[in-house]
């Protein structure tokens, strides 16, 4: 009977840890996307995602996020979130947060519904010491899943999904 059980928890942590990996990767790489910083701060979208009915306004949604950013352009950046995504740090934070941050080689890898969200290859380029604490590089390649959101006809990002997301270091 112990046994059992304990064969019953092992298979059942293995199947829940391949469905969690597998959401992290839920379509490969696009053909002729490279990994790395580049002078295009353009968002793209991979021909996969492009097929999605509202593809060219998810990139907008997402090319007014990164160029906020770039910019260091807190209003910008305030109407294309929803707002408790704005609500939780002041101007001031969201500035000094992004101050050395540049984002760039932009590409939408997949566009899916229930929520909506877009998977998004980028590399960001920042001093080390704003980088995440588990990864504290100046450049980090970034594979993440962004879930937005419909606000008065418009979209905006409502988050990230915490199990579609991976960065490395550049190279």
Known sequence: M???????????GG?????????????????GY?????ADQ?????????????ADDVRQTLQG???????????????????????SQTADEWIHKYSTTIDSNL?????????LRARLMFTSEQDSEFAPK???????NWDLTYLLTDRDGTLVLSGID???????ACR
């Open 2 to 12: 112990v046994l059992t059980i304990v064969l019953v928890v092992i298979l059942g």
């Open 107 to 115: 590409m939408v890898v997949d566009i899916q519904d229930d929520p």
């Open 42 to 54: 353009t968002v793209r979208l991979s021909s996969s995602a492009n097929q999605y009915p509202r």
């Open 134 to 140: 588990r990864l504290p590089v100046d450049c980090i």
């Open 15 to 31: 199947a829940s840890a391949a469905w969690a990996l597998g959401k992290t990767r839920a379509t490969p790489m696009p053909l």
């Open 34 to 38: 490279s990994a790395g910083p580049s």
């Open 65 to 87: 996020y990164f160029e906020a950013i770039n910019r260091r352009d807190f209003d910008a950046w305030a109407t294309v979130v929803a707002p408790d995504q704005s609500a």
């Open 162 to 168: 915490p199990s579609a997301q991976a960065m490395t």
